[in-house]
C-alpha cells in the first residue's frame, strides 16, 4: 500500500436516469448469471457430482425396476424409454430444491448486503438465479438423454420430443428452484430447507407418473397426481416424445408449468421486501 | 449544531497527506433524525427494539465514529443509511438523498464495507472488482482499469488472480475497502472495519483509513475499539441502547468530563495545610491527601501543574513527582454509559480489552509497593 493515489478521482459513474431499466436489468442478470457459472466452472468436483448423481439414479432405477415393463398395461417401449423422462424430472425437481441453501450461504457470507448497497436490480439477482439453474438443469437432462441413448433408449418423438423434455425440466426445476429460495429467503435457516426438501421430494415423485404409469397407480393416487406439478411435466413430455405426440396436451400441461414458474419467481422477489425488513 | 471543522487528517499523527479534502459544500453528509427500528423477535411480542431514536450529523469531507459495544445499535444504523434496512420512523438522507424515497440515487453515492466480506470466496479479486464496476454502471475497459488500479493502490496486485478464499484476514479486508471505492463513493461506510485483524493489519487499515479522509472522502466508521476511534475519528458518537448519549470530537468529550488527574508524590508526609494550600488554587477540585501522595482533578491538568506546585512551595511542601493523566474515552464511556466500556463486551475478552485490563491492574501494583515502601 505504498501508492497513494486518489481515491475519488475525475471519472463519474453515469447517473440512474440515462440507463433505461429494461437495459440495466439484463446487463445486470448477464453479469449476475456470468458470475454463477464462473463459480461452478471453477468447482469441478461440484460439477462432476452434478453429472454423476442424474446417472445413479438413471442406472439404478433402470436396473431395480426393469421388469416392470413387463406388467399388464404398462403399454409399449422398454423400461428404460420409460424411466428418462422420469429420472431427468426428479432430477429437475432434486436439484433445484436446494437453491435456498445457496441464498442462505450468500446472505451469511455478507455477499446478499453487498449486492444489495450497490444499483444492482434486485429482479437480475432472481433472474440470474433462474437462468443459471435452468442452464444447469438443461445441461444435466442432456446428458441424461445422451446415456439413455448410449443404453439403447428410443426415442421415438425426436429432436422435438428431447427438445420439450429439457425445456419442460428446466422450468420445473424454476419452480422449485424460486420457491426454495423464497422458504430460505423467509425462514432463514438452513434446517427448514433440509426438512421441507426431504418431506417434498419422495412423495412428489412417487405420486407422478415418474416411475409408473397412471394406469397401474391406486385411484387415490392418481387423483392426487393431477395436482402434482411433477405429473404436469411428465404428462407433457410423455406425449410430446411419443411418436404421435397430443400437442394439445402439451400445451395445456406446459402452460400449467410456466404459469407455476411465473408465480414461484414473483414470489422469489416479494421476499426481498421482507428480507429487508428483517436484515 | 456547531461543527468543530477539525479536519480528519489533523488526527493521525500527520501521516496522511496534507490536502483536505472539497468538504466546502456545507451540506452534511450524512444526516440521521430521531431513527427508530424494532426487530421481531419470537416469544417477545414487543420485539427488540435496536435503535430508539438515534441522530446525528456527519459534516463532508470528515471521519465520524460511531462507538459502543455489541449490540448498542451501530450496525443497525449503519444499514438503515446503506438503503438495507427501513426504519420503522425517522428520517435520514445521504449525500443529500433521502434514504427512504430515493434509496437508488443513495446507492450511486455510497461505498460500503460490512462487517462480514461479501466478496465472492470463489472468484478472484480481480473478478469482484470487475463485478462491482459493472454493477455500477462502468463499461469497456474502464472496469478493469478502475480493478487493476485499485489491486495496486491496496497492495493486492500480486494476488489479484488468486480465489479470495485463499486471502488472509488482511487481504481481504484491503478488498472490502477496494470494493467500496470502485465507483468513486462520496460517502463511504466502515461497519467495524478492524475486528478480527493482527495488530499489523490493523494498523495498515488505520493508515488507509487515514489516507482516504485526506483525500476528503466522508466516513461513517464504527467500532467497538475506544483507541480506534480516538486515532482516526474527528468526531464521534457514543451509542448506547439505540441512542447517542454523547457527541463530540474525542478531545472535546474527555474535557467535559470532570477534568484530568493531577498527582503529586510528597517528600514529606503531608499536614493539613497542604489540602488548604490546594482547595485555594482555582479550578482544583476533589482533592484527596494521603501520607505522601495527593490526588486531585483539575480542568485542565498541564495547566494546573505550575498554580499547584506555587501552592505546595507556599506552604513548604516538597514535591519528590508531579503526573497529569488526560480522561481516555473509556472514562468517557464510563460517565455517559454508567458502565465501564470493556465490561460491556465480554465477547471480546481475547481481544483489545485485555492489555487495558492489564494496564489498569499494573497501575494499581505499583501504588501499592509505593505506600508499602
Request: proline share 6%.
Amino acid at each position: 500500500m505504498t501508492t497513494a493515489t486518489t481515491a475519488t478521482g475525475t471519472t463519474r459513474v453515469p447517473s440512474p436516469p440515462s440507463v433505461p431499466i429494461l437495459r440495466e436489468t439484463i446487463t445486470h442478470t448477464w453479469y449476475m448469471t456470468a458470475r454463477q457459472f464462473r463459480v461452478f466452472l471453477r468447482q469441478p468436483v461440484y460439477l462432476v457430482i452434478t453429472l454423476i448423481q442424474p446417472v445413479i439414479w438413471l442406472f439404478l432405477f433402470g436396473q431395480l425396476f426393469r421388469d416392470i415393463a413387463e406388467l399388464p398395461g404398462f403399454g409399449a417401449g422398454t423400461y428404460l424409454d420409460y424411466l428418462i423422462p422420469g429420472v431427468v424430472v426428479m432430477n429437475a425437481v432434486s436439484a433445484n430444491m436446494w437453491a435456498g441453501m445457496g441464498i442462505l450461504e450468500e446472505i451469511e457470507r455478507g455477499t446478499l448486503n453487498r449486492f444489495l448497497v450497490t444499483p444492482l436490480r434486485r429482479s437480475a439477482l432472481v433472474n440470474a438465479n433462474v437462468v443459471a439453474q435452468g442452464c444447469s438443469t438443461a445441461f444435466q437432462s442432456l446428458v441424461m438423454v445422451g446415456l439413455g441413448k448410449l443404453a439403447g433408449a428410443h426415442y421415438p418423438g425426436g429432436f422435438a420430443g428431447v427438445l420439450v423434455l429439457i425445456v419442460v425440466a428446466s422450468v420445473l426445476g424454476t419452480v422449485f428452484g424460486a420457491f426454495s429460495n423464497a422458504v430460505g429467503m423467509v425462514a432463514r435457516e438452513r434446517e427448514t430447507v433440509i426438512a421441507l426438501n426431504t418431506f417434498l421430494l419422495l412423495p412428489l415423485t412417487f405420486m407422478s407418473s415418474a416411475f409408473m404409469p397412471p394406469s397401474r397407480m391406486p385411484d387415490w393416487m392418481r387423483e392426487v397426481a393431477r395436482f402434482n406439478p411433477l405429473d404436469w411435466a411428465l404428462t407433457a413430455t410423455r406425449s410430446a416424445m411419443r411418436a404421435d405426440p397430443d400437442w394439445a396436451l402439451v400445451a395445456e400441461r406446459g402452460a400449467a408449468l410456466v404459469g407455476l414458474a411465473a408465480f414461484a419467481v414473483w414470489l422469489s422477489m416479494r421476499t426481498f421486501r421482507a428480507y429487508r425488513k428483517s436484515v | 449544531m456547531k461543527h468543530t471543522e477539525r479536519t480528519a487528517a489533523t488526527v493521525h499523527d500527520g501521516r496522511t497527506p496534507g490536502h483536505t479534502g472539497p468538504a466546502g459544500t456545507g451540506a452534511p453528509a450524512i444526516e440521521a433524525h430521531d431513527l427508530v427500528k424494532t426487530y421481531p423477535v419470537k416469544g417477545r411480542p414487543q420485539g427488540v427494539r435496536a435503535l430508539a431514536g438515534l441522530s446525528l450529523s456527519v459534516a463532508p469531507g470528515t471521519v465520524f465514529g460511531l462507538l459502543g459495544p455489541n449490540g448498542a445499535g451501530k450496525s443497525t444504523t449503519v444499514k438503515i443509511l446503506t438503503t438495507l434496512a427501513a426504519a420503522d420512523s425517522g428520517t435520514a438522507r445521504v449525500a443529500g438523498h433521502d434514504v427512504t424515497r430515493d434509496p437508488a440515487r443513495v446507492r450511486r453515492a455510497i461505498g460500503v464495507v460490512a462487517q462480514r466480506s461479501g466478496a465472492d470466496p470463489a472468484a478472484t479479486a480481480r473478478e469482484n472488482l470487475i463485478l462491482t464496476g459493472h454493477l455500477f454502471g462502468l463499461r469497456g475497459r474502464e472496469p478493469g482499469r478502475r480493478a487493476d488500479h485499485l489491486l495496486d493502490r491496496f497492495g493486492l496486485t500480486e494476488a489479484a488472480h488468486r480465489p479470495v478464499r485463499t486471502y488472509s484476514g488482511g487481504m481481504q479486508r484491503r478488498l472490502d475497502v477496494a470494493l467500496g471505492l470502485v465507483h468513486h463513493p462520496e460517502v463511504l461506510f466502515l461497519d467495524e472495519p478492524t475486528t478480527g485483524l493482527d495488530p499489523e493489519a490493523r494498523a495498515d487499515m488505520w493508515e488507509e483509513i487515514g489516507r482516504l479522509a485526506g483525500e476528503g472522502l466522508s466516513i461513517l466508521l464504527t467500532t467497538h475499539y475506544l483507541d480506534e476511534a480516538d486515532r482516526l475519528a474527528a468526531r464521534l458518537a457514543i451509542v448506547d441502547h439505540g441512542r447517542v448519549v454523547a457527541e463530540g470530537a474525542p478531545e472535546q468529550l474527555k474535557s467535559r468530563l470532570h477534568g484530568d488527574a493531577v498527582h503529586v508524590d510528597l517528600l514529606d508526609p503531608a499536614g493539613p495545610e497542604v489540602r488548604e494550600a490546594l482547595a485555594r488554587v482555582p479550578g482544583i477540585r476533589e482533592i484527596t491527601v494521603e501520607a505522601r501522595a495527593v490526588h486531585a482533578r483539575a480542568d485542565h491538568g498541564a495547566a494546573a501543574v505550575p498554580e499547584v506546585l506555587a501552592a505546595l512551595d507556599h506552604v513548604g511542601a516538597r514535591v519528590g513527582a508531579v503526573t497529569v493523566a488526560r480522561p481516555s474515552l473509556d472514562d468517557v464511556y464510563l460517565r455517559h454509559a454508567g458502565r465501564r466500556f470493556d465490561a460491556t463486551n465480554p465477547a471480546e475478552a481475547g481481544g483489545d480489552a485485555a492489555p487495558v485490563e492489564d494496564a489498569e491492574v499494573a497501575d494499581a501494583s505499583d501504588t501499592r509497593e509505593g505506600e508499602t515502601r
